[in-house]
């Protein structure tokens, strides 16, 4: 049956000369209060078109479950439709929300028992997941079932991905996060390719570009840029 939280508070019954006569309780329904509370923290928690960790609860989670379960090898895999401002303009936010629920009930299906996953953006999920477990051809078939928007909808879809191998558990799971999107980001120039993965090149390469962007204020300080002017126009005005 349904569970009920009451709130019991007992009482003593007085004469008027202060002596106990008599006792009872005072007994509140308190259920739905405490309904209305529950519910207000799963929306803290929760995303409300999909039901799964929102962004900021799936981060606590992940680093959460890294730190109970720190043996073994560790992927965060981010999952990503492309172009999903285009194909909102298309077809309109209704259709995009219903195939974004479509997509996290495959997640939540095929990774419920073995994971901890989230949606982080409007556009993007993310699962953190053992790497033994983890089956890529498993999971190209999954997005092979997600190829078109709709079953009257034949309009293609193309679901990237990309993964980032654990490195270090005390990493933030915003930062595994960001590098696995930075693999989906190579993907662009390739459109045949779905999955991609943070290589040592690509880490390589960030770390060039981000000790460059550090060096910006201290070049600009001893005067290490030099100014190049090019002219738009030749003296024949051409």
């Not at 209060?33 to 929306?43: K, P």
């Amino acid at each position: 049956g349904n569970i009920h939280k009451l709130n019991a508070k007992f009482h003593n019954i007085k004469d008027e000369h202060n002596k106990i006569i008599g006792n009872f309780f005072l007994i509140q329904d308190k259920t739905q209060d405490e309904q209305i509370l529950q519910y207000e923290r799963y929306l803290t928690n929760h995303d409300t078109l999909t039901g799964l960790y929102n962004k900021y609860y799936f981060f606590d989670r992940a680093q959460n479950y890294l730190q109970k379960n720190n043996s073994g090898e560790y992927l965060l895999v981010s999952i990503k439709l492309a172009n999903h401002g285009f194909l909102t303009e298309v077809f309109g936010k209704y259709m995009i929300d219903n195939f974004i629920i479509k997509l996290s009930k495959e997640i939540s299906s095929k990774f419920e028992s073995k994971s901890v996953y989230g949606r982080i953006g409007e556009d993007n999920f993310a699962i953190l997941i053992q790497k033994e477990k983890f089956d890529i051809d498993d999971f190209n078939n999954y997005s092979k079932e997600l190829s078109t928007i709709s079953e009257d909808k034949f309009f293609p879809t193309r679901i990237l991905t990309g993964i980032y191998e654990v490195e270090d558990i005390q990493t933030p799971i915003s930062v595994m996060c960001d590098r696995a999107n930075i693999a989906i980001s190579e993907l662009k120039n390739n459109p045949k390719e779905k999955i991609g993965y943070y290589t040592l090149e690509i880490k390589n390469r960030n770390k060039f570009e981000q000790s460059i962007i550090s060096d910006f204020p201290k070049a600009l300080s001893q005067n290490q840029f030099k100014i190049f002017i090019q002219p738009q126009f030749s003296k024949e005005k051409k």
